[in-house]
Protein backbone atom coordinates (compact mmCIF):
# COMPACT_ATOMS: atom_id res chain seq x y z
CA UNK A 1 0.00 0.00 0.00
CA UNK A 2 2.94 2.24 0.88
CA UNK A 3 4.39 2.27 -2.28
CA UNK A 4 1.03 2.62 -4.14
CA UNK A 5 0.91 6.90 -5.19
CA UNK A 6 -2.28 7.91 -6.19
CA UNK A 7 -1.98 10.06 -9.82
CA UNK A 8 1.83 8.83 -10.06
CA UNK A 9 1.22 5.98 -12.60
CA UNK A 10 -0.84 4.47 -15.54
CA UNK A 11 -2.39 1.96 -12.64
CA UNK A 12 -3.29 4.54 -10.84
CA UNK A 13 -4.54 6.32 -13.44
CA UNK A 14 -6.46 3.63 -14.96
CA UNK A 15 -8.06 2.27 -11.49
CA UNK A 16 -9.02 5.72 -10.76
CA UNK A 17 -11.19 5.90 -13.90
CA UNK A 18 -12.30 2.59 -13.19
CA UNK A 19 -13.75 3.80 -9.85
CA UNK A 20 -15.60 6.87 -11.81
CA UNK A 21 -16.95 4.80 -13.90
CA UNK A 22 -17.93 2.61 -11.08
CA UNK A 23 -19.20 5.87 -9.88
CA UNK A 24 -21.44 6.63 -12.97
CA UNK A 25 -23.00 3.43 -13.23
CA UNK A 26 -23.86 3.14 -9.76
CA UNK A 27 -25.52 6.78 -9.66
CA UNK A 28 -27.77 5.56 -12.29
CA UNK A 29 -28.77 2.42 -11.25
CA UNK A 30 -29.67 3.93 -7.24
CA UNK A 31 -30.77 7.28 -8.02
CA UNK A 32 -31.22 7.24 -12.34
CA UNK A 33 -29.20 9.71 -13.27
CA UNK A 34 -26.24 10.72 -15.58
CA UNK A 35 -23.47 11.48 -13.73
CA UNK A 36 -21.76 14.41 -15.11
CA UNK A 37 -20.35 16.80 -12.87
CA UNK A 38 -21.37 20.16 -14.59
CA UNK A 39 -25.11 18.97 -14.77
CA UNK A 40 -25.48 18.30 -11.55
CA UNK A 41 -23.77 21.35 -10.43
CA UNK A 42 -26.53 23.49 -12.91
CA UNK A 43 -29.49 21.67 -11.88
CA UNK A 44 -28.79 23.17 -8.02
CA UNK A 45 -29.76 26.67 -9.79
CA UNK A 46 -32.52 25.90 -12.42
CA UNK A 47 -34.05 21.71 -10.90
CA UNK A 48 -36.95 21.72 -9.02
CA UNK A 49 -36.60 22.07 -5.20
CA UNK A 50 -37.28 18.20 -4.42
CA UNK A 51 -34.36 17.28 -7.48
CA UNK A 52 -31.66 19.93 -5.44
CA UNK A 53 -30.86 17.33 -2.54
CA UNK A 54 -29.63 14.71 -3.93
CA UNK A 55 -27.18 17.21 -6.17
CA UNK A 56 -25.74 18.77 -3.13
CA UNK A 57 -25.10 15.46 -1.65
CA UNK A 58 -22.97 14.14 -4.27
CA UNK A 59 -21.24 17.31 -4.35
CA UNK A 60 -20.31 17.26 -0.76
CA UNK A 61 -19.27 13.55 -1.21
CA UNK A 62 -16.63 14.32 -4.32
CA UNK A 63 -14.28 16.18 -2.13
CA UNK A 64 -14.93 13.72 1.04
CA UNK A 65 -13.68 10.79 -1.47
CA UNK A 66 -10.40 12.99 -2.31
CA UNK A 67 -10.03 14.12 1.33
CA UNK A 68 -10.33 9.88 1.88
CA UNK A 69 -7.83 9.40 -0.46
CA UNK A 70 -5.51 12.22 0.71
CA UNK A 71 -5.60 10.20 4.26
CA UNK A 72 -5.10 7.25 2.92
CA UNK A 73 -1.88 7.84 0.79
CA UNK A 74 -0.86 11.49 0.83
CA UNK A 75 -2.65 15.00 -0.24
CA UNK A 76 -2.39 15.16 -4.01
CA UNK A 77 -0.17 17.21 -6.24
CA UNK A 78 -2.12 20.26 -7.33
CA UNK A 79 0.48 22.74 -9.01
CA UNK A 80 -1.10 25.32 -10.79
CA UNK A 81 0.66 26.82 -13.96
CA UNK A 82 -1.75 29.67 -14.35
CA UNK A 83 -1.31 33.51 -12.85
CA UNK A 84 -4.99 34.88 -11.42
CA UNK A 85 -6.31 36.86 -14.16
CA UNK A 86 -6.02 33.47 -16.11
CA UNK A 87 -7.58 31.25 -13.50
CA UNK A 88 -10.43 33.53 -13.04
CA UNK A 89 -10.85 33.60 -16.88
CA UNK A 90 -10.56 29.83 -17.20
CA UNK A 91 -13.51 29.30 -14.32
CA UNK A 92 -15.21 31.59 -16.18
CA UNK A 93 -15.25 29.74 -19.61
CA UNK A 94 -15.39 26.45 -17.82
CA UNK A 95 -18.47 27.32 -16.21
CA UNK A 96 -19.91 28.77 -19.30
CA UNK A 97 -19.21 26.37 -21.73
CA UNK A 98 -20.32 23.01 -19.25
CA UNK A 99 -23.57 24.78 -19.12
CA UNK A 100 -23.86 26.19 -22.77
CA UNK A 101 -22.42 22.57 -23.68
CA UNK A 102 -24.60 20.32 -21.63
CA UNK A 103 -21.60 18.70 -20.23
CA UNK A 104 -18.19 18.38 -19.60
CA UNK A 105 -15.65 15.59 -19.32
CA UNK A 106 -17.65 13.50 -16.88
CA UNK A 107 -21.11 13.87 -19.04
CA UNK A 108 -20.14 14.08 -22.02
CA UNK A 109 -16.70 12.08 -22.10
CA UNK A 110 -17.49 9.34 -19.58
CA UNK A 111 -21.40 9.01 -19.72
CA UNK A 112 -22.43 10.47 -23.17
CA UNK A 113 -19.40 8.33 -24.57
CA UNK A 114 -20.69 5.29 -22.73
CA UNK A 115 -23.80 5.28 -24.39
CA UNK A 116 -22.71 6.62 -27.90
CA UNK A 117 -24.57 9.30 -27.47
CA UNK A 118 -24.44 11.42 -31.08
CA UNK A 119 -24.07 14.94 -29.37
CA UNK A 120 -21.26 13.74 -26.63
CA UNK A 121 -19.17 12.03 -29.93
CA UNK A 122 -19.28 15.44 -31.03
CA UNK A 123 -18.57 17.51 -27.89
CA UNK A 124 -15.54 15.27 -26.54
CA UNK A 125 -13.24 15.94 -29.26
CA UNK A 126 -14.35 19.37 -29.59
CA UNK A 127 -13.21 20.09 -25.97
CA UNK A 128 -9.96 17.87 -26.08
CA UNK A 129 -8.98 19.77 -29.26
CA UNK A 130 -9.97 23.03 -28.04
CA UNK A 131 -8.08 22.27 -25.00
CA UNK A 132 -4.90 20.76 -26.73
CA UNK A 133 -4.79 23.62 -29.27
CA UNK A 134 -5.05 26.32 -26.21
CA UNK A 135 -2.07 24.71 -24.45
CA UNK A 136 0.02 24.18 -27.96
CA UNK A 137 -0.49 28.19 -28.39
CA UNK A 138 0.52 29.21 -25.08
CA UNK A 139 3.09 26.74 -23.83
CA UNK A 140 4.39 26.78 -27.73
CA UNK A 141 3.36 29.88 -29.41
CA UNK A 142 3.08 32.43 -27.41
CA UNK B 1 -48.99 8.38 7.42
CA UNK B 2 -47.25 5.45 7.10
CA UNK B 3 -46.39 6.01 3.46
CA UNK B 4 -45.17 10.05 4.59
CA UNK B 5 -42.75 7.99 6.57
CA UNK B 6 -41.40 6.09 3.73
CA UNK B 7 -41.55 8.57 1.55
CA UNK B 8 -39.11 10.41 3.62
CA UNK B 9 -36.78 7.73 4.31
CA UNK B 10 -36.20 7.08 0.86
CA UNK B 11 -35.58 10.56 0.55
CA UNK B 12 -32.92 10.38 3.16
CA UNK B 13 -31.61 7.13 1.84
CA UNK B 14 -31.56 8.96 -1.86
CA UNK B 15 -28.93 11.91 -0.10
CA UNK B 16 -27.06 8.87 1.16
CA UNK B 17 -26.61 6.95 -1.74
CA UNK B 18 -25.34 10.34 -3.15
CA UNK B 19 -23.31 10.97 -0.59
CA UNK B 20 -21.31 8.12 -1.20
CA UNK B 21 -21.33 7.97 -5.10
CA UNK B 22 -19.90 11.11 -4.94
CA UNK B 23 -17.65 10.03 -2.75
CA UNK B 24 -16.67 7.07 -4.65
CA UNK B 25 -16.52 9.17 -7.55
CA UNK B 26 -13.93 12.07 -5.83
CA UNK B 27 -11.98 9.23 -4.31
CA UNK B 28 -11.52 8.03 -7.97
CA UNK B 29 -10.53 11.40 -9.09
CA UNK B 30 -7.91 11.57 -6.61
CA UNK B 31 -6.29 8.01 -7.67
CA UNK B 32 -6.54 9.18 -11.06
CA UNK B 33 -4.21 12.20 -10.80
CA UNK B 34 -6.92 14.53 -12.52
CA UNK B 35 -6.41 16.56 -9.14
CA UNK B 36 -3.47 17.91 -10.32
CA UNK B 37 -3.65 21.17 -13.09
CA UNK B 38 -0.29 21.08 -14.21
CA UNK B 39 -0.22 17.09 -14.88
CA UNK B 40 -3.49 17.53 -17.08
CA UNK B 41 -2.07 19.99 -18.62
CA UNK B 42 0.94 17.85 -19.68
CA UNK B 43 -1.84 15.17 -20.63
CA UNK B 44 -3.30 17.89 -23.31
CA UNK B 45 -0.05 19.27 -24.30
CA UNK B 46 0.19 16.50 -27.51
CA UNK B 47 3.13 18.77 -28.77
CA UNK B 48 5.25 19.32 -26.51
CA UNK B 49 6.46 17.21 -23.66
CA UNK B 50 3.35 14.84 -23.74
CA UNK B 51 2.39 12.86 -20.56
CA UNK B 52 -0.69 9.90 -21.85
CA UNK B 53 -1.15 8.52 -18.84
CA UNK B 54 -4.71 10.53 -18.14
CA UNK B 55 -5.81 8.85 -20.97
CA UNK B 56 -6.02 5.47 -19.25
CA UNK B 57 -8.34 7.64 -16.91
CA UNK B 58 -11.44 7.86 -19.39
CA UNK B 59 -10.58 4.50 -20.83
CA UNK B 60 -10.87 3.11 -17.24
CA UNK B 61 -13.82 4.70 -16.64
CA UNK B 62 -15.44 4.20 -20.34
CA UNK B 63 -14.07 0.59 -19.26
CA UNK B 64 -16.60 0.34 -16.51
CA UNK B 65 -19.65 2.51 -17.80
CA UNK B 66 -19.74 1.12 -21.28
CA UNK B 67 -20.75 -2.41 -20.33
CA UNK B 68 -22.32 -0.79 -16.67
CA UNK B 69 -25.03 1.21 -19.14
CA UNK B 70 -25.36 -0.99 -21.56
CA UNK B 71 -27.24 -4.00 -18.85
CA UNK B 72 -29.04 -0.68 -16.91
CA UNK B 73 -30.82 -0.14 -20.30
CA UNK B 74 -31.79 -3.86 -21.16
CA UNK B 75 -32.58 -4.28 -17.68
CA UNK B 76 -35.25 -1.42 -18.18
CA UNK B 77 -36.93 -0.60 -14.90
CA UNK B 78 -36.75 2.05 -12.82
CA UNK B 79 -33.49 2.88 -10.33
CA UNK B 80 -33.44 1.15 -7.02
CA UNK B 81 -34.15 4.17 -5.02
CA UNK B 82 -35.52 7.46 -7.13
CA UNK B 83 -37.97 6.70 -9.80
CA UNK B 84 -37.87 6.17 -13.61
CA UNK B 85 -33.81 6.15 -15.04
CA UNK B 86 -33.65 9.58 -16.88
CA UNK B 87 -31.31 8.93 -19.88
CA UNK B 88 -30.64 12.09 -21.95
CA UNK B 89 -33.25 11.88 -25.46
CA UNK B 90 -31.53 14.82 -26.72
CA UNK B 91 -29.67 13.56 -29.93
CA UNK B 92 -29.26 17.25 -32.12
CA UNK B 93 -26.03 18.92 -32.99
CA UNK B 94 -26.84 22.50 -32.37
CA UNK B 95 -24.43 25.87 -32.12
CA UNK B 96 -24.84 25.95 -28.25
CA UNK B 97 -23.27 22.51 -27.91
CA UNK B 98 -20.31 22.82 -30.24
CA UNK B 99 -19.78 26.89 -29.20
CA UNK B 100 -19.97 25.61 -25.11
CA UNK B 101 -17.12 22.74 -26.40
CA UNK B 102 -15.37 24.90 -27.33
CA UNK B 103 -15.10 27.61 -24.81
CA UNK B 104 -15.09 24.89 -21.96
CA UNK B 105 -11.70 23.35 -23.89
CA UNK B 106 -10.37 26.68 -24.00
CA UNK B 107 -11.00 27.22 -20.19
CA UNK B 108 -9.83 23.87 -19.34
CA UNK B 109 -6.60 23.99 -21.41
CA UNK B 110 -5.86 27.47 -19.73
CA UNK B 111 -5.95 26.13 -16.23
CA UNK B 112 -6.08 22.29 -16.13
CA UNK B 113 -8.80 22.27 -14.14
CA UNK B 114 -12.72 20.56 -15.53
CA UNK B 115 -15.18 20.27 -13.16
CA UNK B 116 -14.84 17.64 -11.55
CA UNK B 117 -11.29 18.19 -10.24
CA UNK B 118 -11.97 21.39 -9.26
CA UNK B 119 -15.32 20.76 -7.32
CA UNK B 120 -13.10 17.40 -5.40
CA UNK B 121 -9.92 19.25 -5.39
CA UNK B 122 -11.24 23.04 -3.12
CA UNK B 123 -10.54 20.67 -0.07
CA UNK B 124 -7.42 20.87 0.32
CA UNK B 125 -7.81 24.68 0.29
CA UNK B 126 -5.30 25.87 -2.42
CA UNK B 127 -6.55 29.54 -2.74
CA UNK B 128 -6.17 29.08 -6.57
CA UNK B 129 -8.76 26.38 -6.99
CA UNK B 130 -11.18 27.84 -4.38
CA UNK B 131 -10.92 30.72 -6.98
CA UNK B 132 -10.98 28.78 -9.65
CA UNK B 133 -14.20 27.07 -8.17
CA UNK B 134 -16.26 30.35 -7.37
CA UNK B 135 -15.26 31.81 -11.22
CA UNK B 136 -16.75 28.38 -12.47
CA UNK B 137 -20.01 28.81 -10.51
CA UNK B 138 -20.49 32.39 -11.02
CA UNK B 139 -20.15 31.56 -15.44
CA UNK B 140 -22.43 28.51 -15.20
CA UNK B 141 -24.96 30.20 -12.99
CA UNK B 142 -24.90 33.40 -15.07
CA UNK B 143 -25.28 31.22 -18.21
CA UNK B 144 -28.06 29.46 -16.53
CA UNK B 145 -30.65 32.53 -15.57
CA UNK B 146 -29.66 34.00 -18.79
CA UNK B 147 -31.50 30.74 -20.60
CA UNK B 148 -34.15 30.77 -18.35
CA UNK B 149 -34.77 34.39 -19.05
CA UNK B 150 -35.05 33.29 -22.87
Same mark, same amino acid.
Given at each position: ?48 ? &? ?7 ? !? =??? @???? %?? +? *? ?32 GCTSGHGV? &?LARMSRRS !? =??? @???? %?? +? *? ?10 | ?46 FGDWDPSL ?96
Amino acid at each position: MSDFVPGSSYLSSLIGGALIGTAAVLLMALLGRIAGISGILGGLQTAAP &GDRAWRAAF !L =VGL @PLGA %LI +A *ALVWAPPEQTLVAGWPTIVLGGLLVGIGTRMGSGCTSGHGVC &GLARMSRRS !L =VAT @PTFM %LA +A *AGTVLVVRHVL | MSSERSQRSRGGLEVAAALAVGALFGFGLALSGMLDPAKVIGFLDLFGDWDPSLAFVMGGALLVSTPGYLWLRRRGGPSLLAGALSWPTRTDVDRPLVLGAVLFGVGWGLVGLCPGPALAGWIFLGLPILVFVLAMVVGSFAWGSLGATR
